[in-house]
């Protein structure tokens, strides 16, 4: 299982939402500055990280300019979400350097622009974020609007369009640390490279998640809040240098 630290920006700074809600914006002293953030995971031998534009995911604008400066000047691999709402925006952030674009509404909007950018960039370039509920819908638009759409027919239906990255979010937990969803995950883990977001907030949850199968696990607040020790969480995994 790979461990992948987040960075989510809002106005070029890292910020953490509870539950998606901007109203709860979470600023933390010692990880504003996303480059410094960013230097920060690379020291500890990080080679792939979460990148979330919540401005553009919420309609306000976007952090494009700092996702451009991070693919220029640093030697990671970036997976980015958050506001991909055109094909277009998604083949201009490939094409700029980002190793992996992540869909959400847009996938849920326009299952066809999936399969495309998976035929013209590969699979592993392309990730589908299925954000969902206690109640096991989707969520999507910021996670402003629920779905019918329940998650294992998300799953069933994107990887018959060639899709074998996801993204699985519970809404609820994310920024929380109420601890990982353990409900809808161990059911759908071997449908594909399942990734998880959300309440990951001990050891155990880490555990958990191998145990399951998880390909890899995105991890936000507890590392800002010191709640979890990247390096301890990598030698765990077996990321570690």
Not at 72 to 80: G, H, L, P, S
Not at 90 to 113: N, P
Not at 228 to 239: A, F, K, S, W, Y
């Amino acid at each position: 299982m790979i461990v992948i630290p987040a960075i989510d920006l809002m106005d070029g700074g890292v910020v953490r939402l509870v539950e998606g809600d901007p109203n709860s914006k979470i600023s933390f002293h010692s990880f504003r500055d996303p480059y410094l953030t960013l230097e920060y995971f690379l020291s500890y031998g990080v080679e792939l990280v979460h990148v979330v534009d919540l401005d553009a995911a919420l309609g306000n604008g976007d952090n494009i300019a700092v996702v451009r400066n991070i693919v220029r000047e640093y030697d990671v691999n970036i997976q980015y979400g958050g506001g991909i709402r055109s094909i277009d925006i998604a083949k201009k952030l490939l094409d700029m350097g980002v190793y992996r674009v992540i869909l959400g509404t847009l996938a849920l909007e326009s299952a066809d622009s999936v399969a495309k950018l998976i035929s013209e960039y590969g699979f592993e370039r392309v990730m589908v974020a299925l954000d969902y509920g206690l109640d096991g819908y989707i969520r999507y638009k910021g996670w402003r609007e629920k779905s019918d759409i329940k998650l294992y027919d998300g799953l069933k239906f994107f990887k018959e369009l060639g899709c074998r990255n996801f993204l699985l979010t519970c809404v609820e937990r994310d920024g929380t640390l109420k601890g990982v969803d353990r409900e809808y995950i161990p059911r759908v883990v071997d449908e594909a490279h399942i990734y998880v977001a959300g309440g990951v907030s001990t050891l155990e949850d880490i555990k958990f998640l191998m145990n399951v199968g998880v390909t890899g696990v995105v991890i936000g607040r507890a590392l800002y809040e010191g709640k979890l020790d990247l390096n301890t969480v990598l030698e765990l995994v077996g990321n570690a240098r």
